[in-house]
C-alpha cells in the first residue's frame, strides 16, 4: 500500500532552518505524482504550502515565498521541503500528500488521496 513517511520537524527559533523529508513507498511510479506540502496550524484548516509537478515545475504559497523551497528526488523517491527563515506563523503540523492529477490547485486538499502522518514544527519568538 501507499506510505508517506515524514520526518525532520522540531522546534526552532525565529530565523533558523529546518529541512523536512518525505519518504515515498507503495507509488506505481513516483515521478508520476504530483507531491505536495501542506499544514495545519491549532485551530486552522489545512493549507497548501508547495507543490512540485512532473515535470519538476514549482508553486509555492505566497507566504512562504522566497523562503521554502520544495524539491523531489525521483531517483530515492523522496520529497524535501527546505524552510529557512522561519518565522512563529510557521508553526503547524506538515504533512507531505500525493496525487496522481497533473496539475491540482495547491489549495485542493481534496485532490490529494494519499497523505503521511505529519511532523510537527515550532518555531519560537
Known amino acids: 500500500r501507499v506510505q508517506l513517511v515524514e520526518s525532520g520537524g522540531g522546534s526552532v527559533q525565529a530565523g533558523g532552518s529546518l529541512r523536512l523529508s518525505c519518504a515515498a513507498s507503495?507509488?506505481?511510479?513516483?515521478?508520476?505524482?504530483?507531491m505536495g506540502w501542506f499544514r495545519q496550524a491549532p485551530k486552522k484548516g489545512r493549507e497548501g504550502v508547495a507543490l512540485?509537478?512532473?515535470?519538476?515545475?514549482?508553486t509555492l504559497a505566497t507566504s512562504v515565498k522566497g523562503r521554502f523551497t520544495i524539491s523531489r528526488d525521483n531517483v530515492q523517491n523522496v520529497l524535501y521541503l527546505q524552510m529557512n527563515n522561519l518565522k512563529p506563523e510557521d508553526t503547524a503540523m506538515y504533512y507531505c500528500?500525493?496525487?496522481?492529477?497533473?496539475?491540482?490547485?495547491?489549495?485542493?486538499?481534496?485532490?490529494?488521496?494519499?497523505w503521511g502522518q505529519g511532523t510537527q514544527v515550532t518555531v519560537s519568538s
Open positions: 500528500a500525493a496525487t496522481p492529477n497533473r496539475f491540482p490547485r495547491i489549495d485542493s486538499v481534496h485532490e490529494f488521496p494519499d
Open positions: 507503495g507509488l506505481p511510479s513516483f515521478d508520476n505524482y504530483v
Open positions: 512540485v509537478y512532473r515535470d519538476d515545475s514549482k
